[in-house]
């Protein structure tokens, strides 16, 4: 039917005046409806192979589900009888929702796919119990008829290779179904809560499925099909994988309990939806060889195929009945079963917090075996890996994808070959059920030789030596632990546990973590960061680490230090002396005179008090959007929102903000931007005027806040000159934007080209260990002697001063600086190139490593993507990338990652934030 036919048929059966927009539609012919006032409606007429019965079923089935609060395509008009081409067909115009779906291949978030999870299961509490005689149908789509319906239409599907293995995956799930199919529950089901058949609301940028539409499908049948159709529809979409649809069926569970028999064959399930799609796809395609909406779909079927037999329905069930709370117990060698004896044993700990992974060995190839042999020439008969433990060795940096790090066996290496009488495992059998498997063929294991050694249950799926820890508890449940055949104890892996419940239970909670679901982080190695899985991430945002983590002088300076003397500064040692001379020398005069600290709060509350002191007065100018610290006079100058939604209300009455000078999207922007020297000049001047001259005008002098923007040219030159005009000092917080990190100025200051009275520093100075100073002129720091007393118990102890002497050390002989800048340079550029194609980007601000990508929903009215921001996060860490967003509206990536970034890293974080940027978030 044609546009122009659907827009007669509306006028003439409902009286609508509209126009007629093609929808897709496998079996049905659909018009969007649009009148005057927007969408009105979607006309639909029916396949004329469907009855009216069948048509009322799904009309009540729509009320039904609507009743329960889910928006749904409920019947507005009809339906009535028209006569078609070869016939006459049910012609209704349903509900038009708007909002969209979630068709097409881009992105599914987890929060997405649990929610369409949870949509599903509402659908299905909603049809519970209902009745009609429309529902007695048999349909293609009714996986009860999978098995036969595989059989009859696989001749269509072109490929024999494709064919082949469509049949025989079909074969092999519904061999699982069957003995299970009398205890799984019948009801009415939509049957296709797909993808492109939930519709979403869309806030702060995100769509969330909350409405379903297209009930054509509608039938009685296994009330479990129902999930299984949802999650298989989410395989065919970028970056998904069967692990991927896990939240769906969690969130499934908790609307609608499933029963051991249900989650039992919820993936042979979703394996035969996929098996159906691709031999109905095919089918389709033959029979209607013109239509778009079957050619297009044939790409999308397979790749659920691909992606449901990708993984053995025996882990993916595992991972189900993990999941939905009935876990099976973990399988033993049986305890009659004696085992061998290796001699001499020693057990390989290649876990992420082992200390065998120091230094980095992790990323030589081989570090397995060379533990291994050195632990055989140092005297052992018999070396071992663990089983079951994510190993760090096994792992890479920079892989978009978790690498298989979780062993499903035991690798053992002997001194001298097996044989009678010494470790012949090929005598052993593990009893219960169970197998023995040997990657060495022959019949003596031979020495000095990796062998790995599994036991898995009888006639599994082969299992591979090492899995990725996404699937590792359901590849885990078909093997045991080879150990106590080896004479070994039972490996002694410990889980995760409830760390994070431990953590918020004792830990105050405003000390927030990172992520929702935050991975377990152990270990640091230059810019990488690994999980106790041993997956890797690539840090950007790590600015304290600025040498990177865990860097080896440093670790040994600091452990020397601490064999030696730690004590307070009290005391006279050199590296105290040492160390506030070397920072001297960093600054031009007059900054001759140091104070050591512990953090950034602490330097910027000594600055204030210096300033407080020195001149005798109690007011102070500050930046606002800007963050300084927590205690008390550090937290009085902080009016960032990010981290005080109340900042800006309660500040107390000596504090006097003036603008963020932010030149991309503040009062002025651009050109403009030079006003905000004038208006903070105006400012100091009305507060002299009334009798109270600042004390003190404090700003970073670099945006750190907004992603790391310059400040205007000459603003600090202006406000400085300004605020000593009437006796005041300048302070420059150094804490972020300090240290080299902007690549072609040591301090922000520069920048600027100023040099102010005090300046604060931290952060990189130790490198993560605590450590903050307050560099000033003599005459200024003499003042504080008006103050009374000063002294820090911990502040420049000889543990801290060597500590920060080395990390000065590094940053020169590693020329972190230079590299800052060229890395930096390059990376700036990438993400620049990116802002080209990707509309959410609205700028790239910063300098060196010090950059932020700032996301606006518009480039005109630059509305914050705060939402997208985060989610745009989660996605980079999925992808390995450790991001967060930063600035008062959260909507800039904060990239400040180790100063060692490479370029290797560099492209990483920028390809990953392309595809994110391309796939969706
Ligand atoms: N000033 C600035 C600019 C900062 O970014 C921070 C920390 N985010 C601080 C001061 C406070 O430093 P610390 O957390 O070491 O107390």
């Known amino acids: 039917m044609s546009a122009e036919e659907a827009v007669g048929l509306a006028a003439s059966s409902f009286g609508m005046k509209v126009s007629a927009f093609p929808l897709g539609s496998q079996q049905d012919c659909n018009f969007l409806l649009e009148g005057d006032g927007g969408p009105a409606g979607v006309l639909k007429i029916a396949n004329p192979a469907f009855s009216r019965t069948e048509i009322e079923a799904q009309d009540a089935a729509a009320e039904l589900v609507a009743a329960a609060g889910l928006r749904a395509g409920i019947a507005t008009h009809g339906p009535v009888v028209v006569p078609v081409a070869g016939g006459s067909a049910l012609v209704r115009v349903l509900r038009y929702l708007p909002g969209g779906t979630l068709t097409g291949a881009g992105y599914l978030a987890p929060r997405v796919v649990a929610e369409l999870g949870a949509v599903t ?52 799930a519904w061999r699982s179904v069957e003995p299970l199919a009398r205890e799984l529950p019948v009801q009415a089901i939509h049957g296709d809560v797909t993808d492109d058949n939930v519709v979403c609301s869309v806030s702060g940028g995100l769509r969330t499925p909350d409405g379903v539409i297209d009930f054509g499908d509608l039938t009685s049948s296994w009330a479990v099909g129902e999930l299984a159709v949802a999650i298989t529809s989410v395989l065919r979409h970028a970056g998904a994988e ?13 609307v609608r309990p499933l029963s051991a028999a249900e989650a039992a064959v919820l993936w042979p399930l979703v394996v035969l939806r996929a098996a159906v799609l691709v031999v109905s796809g095919e089918q389709q395609a033959v029979l209607d060889g013109g239509n778009e909406y079957v050619n297009g779909a044939l ?29 099976r117990p973990p399988l033993c060698v049986s305890p009659g079963t004696a085992g061998v004896d290796l001699g001499r044993c020693v057990v390989l700990d290649l876990s992420v917090p082992s200390d065998a992974v120091d230094e980095g060995a992790w990323l030589t190839p081989g570090l397995a075996d060379r ?75 031979p020495a000095r030789a990796r062998v790995h050694v599994g036991v898995r249950v009888a006639g599994a799926p ?159 100018v500050a930046v606002r959007e800007a963050y300084h610290g927590w205690t008390y006079a550090s937290d009085a100058v902080s009016t960032s929102t990010a981290d005080n939604p109340e900042a800006l209300t309660t500040r107390p009455g000596w504090v006097h903000t003036v603008d963020a000078p932010n030149a991309y999207r503040g009062r002025y922007r651009g050109d403009l931007a030079s006003r905000y020297a004038v208006d903070a000049v105006a400012l100091v001047d009305s507060l002299a005027a009334a009798g109270r001259p600042p004390a003190a005008f404090l700003a970073e002098p670099f945006y750190g806040n907004a992603g790391g923007m310059a400040l205007p040219d000459g603003y600090l030159a202006a406000v400085y000159a300004e605020v000593r005009r009437h006796g005041g000092l300048a302070i420059a917080d150094e804490i972020q934007v300090g240290y080299g990190r902007l690549g072609h100025w ?55 001063c060597v500590a920060g002497l080395a990390v000065l050390d590094v940053i020169e002989s590693e020329g972190l600086q230079a590299n800052a800048l060229s890395v930096g340079t390059y990376l700036k550029e990438r993400l620049e190139e990116l802002a080209g194609r990707h509309a959410l980007i609205g700028a790239v601000h910063g300098a060196g490593l010090y950059l932020g990508v700032e996301f606006v929903r518009d480039r005109g009215t630059l509305e914050p993507a705060a939402e997208e921001t985060m989610a745009i996060c989660d996605r980079l860490l999925e992808l390995g990338v450790i991001m967060q967003p930063t600035s008062d509206r959260m909507c800039v990536l904060k990239i400040k990652p180790p100063l060692c970034l490479d370029v290797a890293g560099a492209d990483f974080f920028a390809d990953a934030l392309d595809r994110v940027l391309t796939e969706g978030w």
């Open 121 to 172: 299961g509402r659908v299905s509490r909603a049809l519970d119990g209902f009745d009609h005689p429309g529902l007695e149908r048999v349909l293609q789509w009714d996986l009860r008829h999978a098995d036969r319906l595989v059989r009859v239409l696989a001749e269509h599907v072109r490929d024999p290779g494709l064919r082949h293995r469509v049949t025989h995956a079909a074969d092999r």
């Open 242 to 254: 069967p692990c991927s649809v896990l939240p769906a069926v969690r969130a499934f569970h908790a």
């Open 299 to 327: 790409e999308h079927e397979r790749a659920c195929f691909e992606a449901a037999v990708s993984v053995p329905a025996e882990v993916m069930t595992t991972l189900i009945t993990n999941g939905v709370s009935f876990p």
């Open 371 to 445: 533990l291994a042999l050195a632990a055989l020439d140092g005297g052992a008969d018999a070396v071992v890996t663990r089983y079951g433990e994510a190993r760090l060795d096994a792992s890479r940096v920079l892989a978009e994808v978790s690498p298989a790090t979780v062993a499903t066996g035991i690798d053992l290496w002997l001194a001298r070959p097996s044989g009678p009488g010494h470790a012949d495992l090929r005598i052993v059998r593990p009893g219960g059920g169970l197998e023995l498997t040997l990657s060495h063929p022959g019949p003596r294991l």
């Open 462 to 620: 082969e299992v591979p030596p090492l899995v990725r820890p996404e699937y590792a508890a359901g590849w885990l449940a078909l093997t045991a632990d080879p150990g106590p055949l080896l004479g070994l104890p039972v490996s002694a892996v410990a889980g995760d546990g409830d760390l994070l419940a431990r953590r918020a239970a004792a830990f105050a909670d405003v000390q927030e973590h990172y992520y929702a679901d935050p991975p377990r982080i152990e270990r640091g190695w230059r810019q990488h960061l690994a999980g106790v899985d041993g997956r890797v991430y690539l840090d950007m945002v790590n600015n304290v680490a600025a040498i990177g983590h865990a860097h080896p002088r440093l670790e040994a300076a600091v452990a020397r230090q601490l064999r030696r003397l730690n004590t307070n500064s009290r005391f006279h040692y050199a590296a105290v002396a040492e160390f506030a001379e070397r920072l001297a020398s960093l600054l031009p005069a007059p900054l001759d005179t140091v104070f050591l600290v512990n953090s950034g709060s602490e330097a910027v509350d000594l600055a204030l008090r210096l300033a407080f002191v020195t001149t005798g007065r109690q007011d102070v």
């Open 746 to 800: 040591f301090w922000g200051f520069e920048q600027q080209g100023v040099v102010p009275d005090v300046v604060t520093v931290a952060k990189a100075m130790g490198n993560g260990h605590p450590l903050g100073a307050v560099i000033t002129s003599r005459s200024v720091a003499s003042r504080y002697r008006d103050a009374g007393y000063f002294f820090s118990s911990t502040g420049g102890s000889p543990v801290s």
